[in-house]
């Protein structure tokens, strides 16, 4: 009898000096899908399972400090308002459907300490895309208005597709978002709104790109990091000259490389901007008074530059050493140089991009609008071959024309403007060797002629001749 007390005993004060996070009483509910755990100091947590109305909760105890909702499928409708637990703090959903994130507020006003959501795998619309279907997430502020001690957001692994109405998330101590994928676009307002919210992104989020939005310039965000695209649009924005708009619109697939083009057309400048984001790719100077473009070839700011639009200046000549060096160094090169005031380009030039011109080599060159010297008829021929090399130069051929006769460059009869002489051959060579023998015989013939007459002199063959008859 004493014994079995004494072992009571034992185990009362066990019970008491054991810590309170490891003694819970989990109790499984018969009206709803939920398992609850109690510890000692009535701290509840309690995980759903596969729920289809949060007014369902209702039931539970007052006192639940975390829910957990797996599986869940909640679409819009009047039961889909959590009930007003007052020590509620965390709550997680995990691999739901949230419709009711798109116009509908779940969370009663009295809810004074939630401090914490997460939404993990969730989504909130479902769409269909080319390799299925796509499974996206967005939320806005208004979702989140009524939550007064609110201070963290975490989404894993989730397809988010959009931030709206950022003035009350911004406001958020802590927002994370870990794996999964952020739709990315070029346009200004998605960074800036991301910028505003600026919640932290792990190395393994990724952007994806809706399939709407295949048709335009910025399917090639598909897999970057989104971090390295902040960062990216970051730098963009604080290297852009004054007055210019500078923007990310992709990264190459293969290399990973961004896309940055800087518009400064329609500025007046009269000179190339010193200082440019060195990731540029594509410049736009269009419609200013530019006369010279050697920072397009000597400013390191440039030197990733492939694309450069400079249509209606007032450039008149290109450096040769430094145009050659450019396009040694490239692999792709659009320029656009209409309506200038160029009579000529650089023949070696011309001539490199005419012979390195193939599959791998890209040069796209527009001319049209500018008064070509026609008169140079090595500087017409290898602008016609340039030309002519079909399917490699998408020009005007009609609107590159010569200065004085306004004839378009790719008509001109070269041949009989300048025709070509013929390569001598071997006959050639014989027949001038000949030819210069009997000039030869004929001057010196002559020349004897003259001595006989005047001096009265044989020529010397005669001499020799008389003489050995003498003897």
């Known amino acids: 009898m004493i014994g079995s007390m004494w072992q009571l005993y034992c185990i009362a004060v066990f019970l008491l000096i054991s810590p309170v996070e490891l003694e819970t009483i989990v109790v499984h509910t018969n009206s709803?899908?939920?398992?609850?755990?109690?510890?000692?100091?009535?701290?509840?947590?309690?995980?759903?399972?596969?729920?289809?109305?949060?007014d369902r909760l209702q039931t539970l105890t007052q006192d639940v400090q975390q829910l957990t909702i797996i599986n869940g499928t909640f679409v819009e409708d009047g039961s889909l308002t959590l009930p007003p637990f007052p020590e509620l703090e965390h709550v997680i959903f995990k691999?739901?459907?949230?419709?009711?994130?798109?116009?509908?507020?779940?969370?009663?006003?009295?809810?004074?300490?939630?401090?914490?959501?997460?939404?993990?795998?969730?989504?909130?619309?479902?769409?269909?895309?080319?390799?299925?279907?796509?499974?996206?997430?967005?939320?806005?502020?208004?979702?989140?208005?009524?939550?007064?001690?609110?201070?963290?957001?975490?989404?894993y692994n989730n397809t988010l597709s959009g931030v709206h109405s950022v003035h009350l998330l911004k406001k958020l101590e802590h927002k994370n978002i870990e794996g999964g994928?952020?739709?990315?676009?070029?346009?200004?307002?998605?960074?800036?709104?991301?910028?505003?919210?600026?919640?932290?992104?792990?190395?393994?989020?990724?952007?994806?790109?809706n399939s709407s939005f295949l048709i335009i310039a910025c399917t090639t965000f598909k897999n970057i990091p989104v971090q390295t695209l902040m960062e990216t649009k970051k730098i963009t924005e604080e290297l852009c000259p004054p007055n210019c708009h500078c923007s990310v619109t992709g990264f190459q697939m293969n290399k990973k490389e961004p896309f940055v083009r800087v518009n400064c057309s329609n500025l007046g400048l009269?000179?190339?901007?010193?200082?440019?984001?060195p990731i540029t790719t594509s410049i736009e100077f269009v419609k200013n008074e530019l006369q010279n473009i050697n920072a397009l070839f000597i400013n390191p700011n440039y030197k990733?530059?492939?694309?450069?639009?400079?249509?209606?200046?007032?450039?008149?000549?290109?450096?040769?050493?430094?145009?050659?060096?450019f396009v040694h160094r490239k692999e792709e090169i659009v320029l656009f140089l209409e309506n200038n005031q160029l009579r000529k380009l650089p023949i070696a030039v011309l001539e490199y991009i005419v012979k390195k011109n193939s599959d791998k080599y890209i040069w796209l060159l527009r001319l049209a609008g500018n008064p070509w010297d026609c008169v140079d008829c090595s500087f017409i021929r290898v602008v016609q071959?340039?030309?002519?090399?079909?399917?490699?130069?998408?020009?005007e051929f009609q609107r590159i024309?010569?200065?004085?006769?306004?004839?378009?460059?790719?008509?001109?009869?070269?041949?009989?403007?300048?025709?070509?002489?013929?390569?001598?051959?071997?006959?050639?060579?014989?027949?001038?060797?000949v030819a210069l023998v009997?000039?030869?015989?004929?001057?010196?013939?002559?020349?004897?002629?003259?001595?006989?007459?005047?001096?009265?002199?044989?020529?010397?063959?005669?001499i020799c001749r008389h003489r050995k008859e003498q003897l």
């Open 401 to 433: 024309r010569c200065d004085v006769t306004n004839q378009p460059v790719i008509l001109v009869d070269v041949d009989e403007k300048c025709p070509v002489r013929k390569p001598l051959d071997t006959i050639d060579y014989l027949n001038m060797a």
């Open 32 to 54: 709803l899908p939920c398992d609850v755990e109690e510890n000692k100091t009535d701290k509840v947590k309690i995980v759903c399972h596969n729920l289809d109305r949060l």
């Open 181 to 209: 994928t952020v739709f990315c676009n070029c346009s200004d307002e998605w960074y800036r709104s991301w910028v505003e919210v600026n919640p932290h992104f792990s190395k393994e989020t990724l952007c994806y790109v």
């Open 95 to 155: 691999r739901s459907f949230l419709n009711f994130l798109s116009n509908s507020n779940p969370w009663p006003a009295n809810l004074t300490k939630l401090s914490s959501i997460t939404f993990e795998a969730c989504w909130s619309s479902t769409k269909g895309h080319k390799s299925g279907f796509l499974y996206e997430l967005s939320f806005s502020s208004e979702n989140f208005e009524l939550l007064p001690a609110l201070k963290t957001l975490n989404f």
């Open 304 to 325: 990733n530059v492939k694309h450069a639009f400079l249509s209606n200046n007032k450039i008149e000549e290109i450096d040769e050493e430094h145009f050659l060096d």
């Open 438 to 462: 009997f000039i030869i015989f004929l001057a010196n013939f002559l020349h004897n002629v003259y001595n006989y007459r005047t001096y009265n002199r044989l020529p010397w063959i005669m």
């Open 270 to 277: 009269k000179e190339m901007p010193e200082q440019i984001p």
């Open 385 to 395: 071959t340039l030309l002519n090399q079909e399917g490699k130069f998408n020009v």
